[in-house]
């Protein structure tokens, strides 16, 4: 099935609201979900709206929070998303960041008692219309050793920064901290091919080339994969996330990291309540003269992508497949998959929400 | 050789002090190398003094800067190092950071016209007497590829992050951003040992094993290494760096980025001037009670120190193997190889300075 970004983006909406959400907060749900699905990272879209559904039926996601804001320092913030959905909570916080940042030139938000954000860019890219460079991080569910360890640990932690270019040409890095993320094996396991060494591990710690290994215990690695080419640098990634994301915050971190799905229960004796985020940006006007800044990074992308490549290879800019498939999707309609398509009827049929 | 610390940093002062710098510089440049040395970090130590005094000798460093800063938001700053030693730019640039973020939480510099600043983790812990968390990058010369590239546009670029925690037990992670750094090489080349696949490739684009590689024009591999093992992310984190340190601030970029080496002359029609550095900090109190947040900190580290290890093997937390040898080596001096005390006599002859 393909279907036209907006058509999508008004289903979204559609299902928060008949799950009693407020049209402000259903609106960001659906513009942070479908924008995933139009950067082609499907593994953030719309493929986890029953996934989001299942936590509100649990109870484990509050459709009505109240957020609580602290505004410890002029340029520092808490927020206790009192159990909202991420989606909502990190759009909020780095909105507050942004009012901060006109006067100060930097703001910066740590949000606790939350749940999983979506994908980050969409949060790490809120303040672009106003030339800002974003920062967004989240924990994760636990999936990740540390670099020597066996044990689930770290989520896949993603980081995100976003600097705003001329004419819509932005540098925007969006990565997991782990070497792959989970949605790689569920392709390979889908397609009963098995993963590349240095992916996973099993249960006892050794390299596992089954795609089906976290079903089984096994793990995720760090990036880096082994100890010869850095997994203490992927760790060492990690490890910041979750630090920065729940433990300077109040959030639950580490192997406590509340799981997405609804089935696994969260750990008891958590030391902390809730998934963690850290979001925030700088004016980009703050450290050279906005336009010449801008023009450099224009030539800095221009540079880079005219170096040397590989045979019949590209360099490319952080970004640049992303925002290639959303131009191609707003134009040709966004693909889904018929496991995801059948998943958003069952959710029609059930809700009486028109897809 | 086994050289008490003090010592050590007592001639790297007398060294800078005899080419005519200031005390205060002296000093800050003595602690930051031989911090270095102390740490386990021998390739950012003493190892780099004959190469800061050759770029001295050939006028690529100014000895005497006058900084000019420009406080451009309240808490953005940009500092025109004058040719500066990176060692003191940006030490001092991160006290001005300190200061800004008394009054308002965080605050950042970004630097241009800058030199090599040593070991970034010096610079981002400038900030624990104040329990702040300290960022801190550089660009460096270019020896890294893009994914998918064959010429060397980006330096090693590391990243710091520090948290401090309590009892002097902090989390300082300081990586390249590149698989392995051109360090490893070197003591590779020395025991005639091949290097792993995945750190570095020939002129082509081929996987090489030579440990002498980038001097018959190879280039060493971004963190991932190769596609299947995400070299996209380390690109995007070393492009990032060089980004936030050059970019931004009016520093030359990329392949523009000023060679360490003084045999090597800096390219023409650079983009900026000099390399570039970027450092802030983040108020450890300004997004939860301090120490409620270092109790999580500390309890964070327990968790993860013990946690299920591979057999023989054991959790480490970033920056836990160079507090461990900075303990040794105050209590029993640091080693220095037989080429580096050759080259250390050699300055403690030609300078008269007593080794």
């Known amino acids: 099935m393909v279907v036209n970004h907006s058509h999508l983006s008004e289903f979204i909406k559609a299902v928060f609201l008949k799950k009693g959400m407020s049209m402000q907060h259903a609106e960001i749900c659906a513009d942070v979900l479908s924008f995933a699905d139009l950067r082609g990272i499907d593994s953030h879209g719309v493929a986890r709206l029953s996934g989001y559904l299942r936590l509100i039926d649990a109870r484990r996601i ?4 109240v957020f609580k804001w602290e505004h410890r320092k002029k340029t520092q913030i808490r927020l206790d998303a009192d159990g909202s959905i991420g989606l909502v909570s ?4 780095m909105q507050e960041c942004i009012k901060i940042t006109h006067d100060y030139g930097t703001a910066w938000s740590g949000i606790f008692n939350s749940n999983h954000f979506g994908v980050a860019a969409h949060h790490a890219m ?3 219309p106003h030339n800002y460079i974003g920062l967004a991080m989240t924990n994760a569910s636990p999936l990740v ?16 920064v976003a600097i ?13 901290t782990s070497t792959a993320a989970n949605g790689k094996l569920e392709i390979a396991q889908r397609s009963k091919k098995s993963i590349p060494e240095g992916w996973a591990i099993d249960s ?4 596992s080339t089954d795609p089906k290994i976290l079903s089984e215990k096994g793990s995720l690695l760090p990036l880096g994969s082994d100890a010869e080419h850095g997994i203490h640098k992927g760790y060492g990634l990690g490890a910041w996330v979750d630090i920065f994301s729940a433990v300077l915050t109040g959030g639950s971190w580490g192997p406590w990291a509340p799981p997405f799905v609804s089935f696994l229960q969260p750990k008891i004796d958590a030391p902390g309540k809730g998934l963690g985020h850290f979001v925030g940006c700088w004016d980009m006007d703050g450290f050279n003269d906005l336009e010449e800044t801008q023009n450099q990074l224009d030539a800095w992308m221009d540079r880079f992508k005219s170096s040397q490549a590989l045979p019949n290879s590209e360099v490319l800019i952080p970004g640049e497949p992303e925002l ?10 966004i693909p889904i998959g018929s496991e995801v398509w059948q998943d958003l009827m069952n959710i029609s049929k059930e809700l009486n929400v028109k897809l």
């Open 62 to 65: 509050n459709i009505n929070p």
């Open 90 to 93: 990190a759009h909020y916080a």
């Open 126 to 128: 809120q303040g672009f």
């Open 145 to 160: 050793v540390p670099a020597n360890g066996v044990e689930r640990m770290l989520g896949t932690n993603p980081i995100c």
């Open 164 to 176: 705003p270019g001329k004419n819509g040409r932005s540098f925007v890095l969006d990565m997991a």
């Open 204 to 207: 006892e710690g050794l390299v």
């Open 324 to 333: 290639k498939m959303q131009n191609e999707r707003l134009e040709n309609g």
